[in-house]
């Protein structure tokens, strides 16, 4: 039988406005976690699924300067954001003071609140090519572009850096010295070298050590995978903010400060419609492909749904898609045609 539901689109707008808890240049914080910007996964939808649960700002995904000033539409696309999810941080990439200031004042008239150069990308067509992690080496380069950013845009510059490019020559102290001279308003630093990738484990030994001596807010990422070390690690590193990555794929409930563990499956599953119908919104066809990354997440602990996993991640079309998707929760829950009329009144 044929799933066709025609579902109340809960709004994703960000929470009540909190205490304000530092500022980054001009731009007041309300919260203390944000979602990391990951390429491919950060964009719209996800960005403000994760401010209605509590992400304090929004990243964009990165984004090449020299995209930026050839005009790139699908690179401007990525630039797109809704007011519920500000205050927006645009993060762009480059390799050159010009390029990169360039590309800044063509993006600003998008309203970002705040531009972030990546610094810590470990691609290696991005950090070979002297971007990224590559300004890690070239650290002079890198101090002139922030210069050149806060001299010629009206908006604070950030930057995402990592701890260093190799495991045994560590040059953070350098590398916020240098920033910070530069006139940066926050560094995020992601607690692993440019070698380590996403291997092992981060240092956030050196995150405290970082904002123990910094003077501008400092955001530590790396490894956060649920609540209690969130909070552990805002506790002893004492950073202003967490910045989580891959663990909230599918886990938005990270920034409210709930444990994922603790929901049922039709609690999970209406946040995950909910953010299936904004990425169909916003991408139109292509959206159940581009979910599929987030499905899995978001149902990964469930058996049933582990079962469909790989039939569903063959699926070519979004009606049977859908299907897949509903036969599977009806399997697992008797609350299954509950959640169904609920999702079928009307606005």
Same mark, same amino acid.
């Given at each position: 039988?044929?799933?066709?539901?025609?579902?109340?689109?809960?709004?994703?707008?960000?929470?009540?406005?909190?205490?304000?808890?530092?500022?980054?240049?001009?731009?007041?914080?309300?919260?203390r976690s944000v979602l990391s910007p990951m390429a491919?996964?950060?964009?719209?939808?996800?960005?403000?699924?994760?401010?209605?649960?509590?992400?304090?700002?929004?990243?964009?995904?990165?984004?090449?300067?020299?995209?930026?000033?050839?005009?790139?539409?699908?690179?401007?696309?990525?630039?797109?954001?809704?007011?519920?999810?500000?205050?927006?941080?645009?993060?762009?990439?480059?390799?050159?003071?010009?390029?990169?200031?360039?590309?800044?004042?063509?993006?600003?008239?998008?309203?970002?609140?705040?531009?972030?150069?990546?610094?810590?990308?470990?691609?290696?067509?991005?950090?070979?090519?002297?971007?990224?992690?590559?300004?890690?080496?070239?650290?002079?380069?890198?101090?002139?572009?922030?210069?050149?950013?806060?001299?010629?845009?009206?908006?604070?510059?950030?930057?995402?850096?990592? +701890?260093?490019?190799?495991? *045994? /020559?560590?040059?953070?102290?350098?590398?916020?010295?240098? $920033?910070? &001279? %530069?006139? !940066?308003? #926050?560094?995020?630093?992601?607690?692993?070298?440019?070698?380590?990738?996403?291997?092992?484990?981060?240092?956030?030994?050196?995150?405290?050590?970082?904002?123990?001596?910094?003077?501008?807010? +400092?955001?530590?990422?790396? *490894? /956060?995978?649920?609540?209690?070390?969130?909070?552990?690690? $805002?506790? &002893? %590193?004492? !950073?202003? #903010?967490?910045?989580?990555?891959?663990?909230?794929?599918?886990?938005?409930?990270?920034?409210?400060?709930?444990?994922?563990?603790?929901?049922?499956?039709?609690?999970?599953?209406?946040?995950?419609?909910?953010?299936?119908?904004?990425?169909?919104?916003?991408?139109?066809?292509?959206?159940?492909?581009l979910f599929k990354k987030y499905f899995t997440k978001?149902?990964?602990?469930?058996?049933?749904?582990?079962?469909?996993?790989?039939?569903?991640?063959?699926?070519?079309?979004?009606?049977?898609?859908?299907?897949?998707?509903?036969?599977?929760?009806?399997?697992?829950?008797?609350?299954?045609?509950?959640?169904?009329?609920?999702?079928?009144?009307?606005?």
């Amino acid at each position: 039988m044929k799933v066709v539901i025609e579902p109340k689109i809960k709004s994703l707008a960000s929470p009540k406005v909190s205490e304000v808890l530092f500022h980054v240049g001009n731009v007041p914080i309300h919260g203390r976690s944000v979602l990391s910007p990951m390429a491919g996964v950060s964009d719209s939808p996800h960005r403000l699924l994760a401010r209605s649960k509590g992400s304090a700002w929004s990243f964009t995904e990165f984004v090449a300067a020299e995209q930026i000033n050839l005009g790139n539409p699908k690179a401007i696309r990525l630039f797109h954001h809704e007011p519920d999810e500000d205050p927006v941080w645009f993060q762009i990439f480059g390799n050159s003071v010009e390029s990169i200031t360039s590309a800044a004042q063509r993006i600003e008239p998008l309203n970002p609140k705040i531009i972030d150069l990546n610094m810590g990308c470990s691609v290696q067509r991005v950090s070979q090519g002297g971007s990224g992690a590559g300004l890690l080496k070239n650290l002079p380069l890198a101090g002139r572009m922030i210069e050149s950013l806060c001299k010629n845009t009206s908006v604070p510059i950030t930057a995402k850096i990592r +701890i260093g490019w190799y495991n *045994d /020559i560590l040059n953070y102290k350098e590398t916020v010295h240098v $920033l910070q &001279e %530069s006139g !940066v308003s #926050a560094i995020s630093v992601h607690g692993r070298t440019k070698e380590m990738a996403y291997t092992g484990s981060a240092n956030w030994d050196v995150i405290a050590e970082i904002k123990s001596f910094a003077n501008v807010p +400092i955001f530590g990422n790396g *490894d /956060i995978d649920s609540v209690s070390l969130m909070q552990k690690r $805002l506790r &002893e %590193s004492k !950073v202003d #903010a967490v910045l989580i990555g891959r663990a909230a794929i599918g886990n938005p409930w990270i920034f409210s400060g709930i444990e994922k563990s603790s929901l049922s499956i039709l609690e999970i599953n209406e946040v995950a419609w909910n953010h299936y119908q904004a990425m169909k919104h916003f991408y139109d066809r292509d959206a159940f492909i581009l979910f599929k990354k987030y499905f899995t997440k978001y149902f990964h602990d469930f058996e049933d749904y582990k079962k469909d996993k790989d039939a569903i991640l063959r699926i070519r079309d979004e009606m049977e898609f859908e299907e897949t998707w509903f036969s599977s929760l009806e399997r697992y829950s008797q609350n299954f045609n509950l959640f169904l009329i609920q999702q079928k009144r009307p606005a």
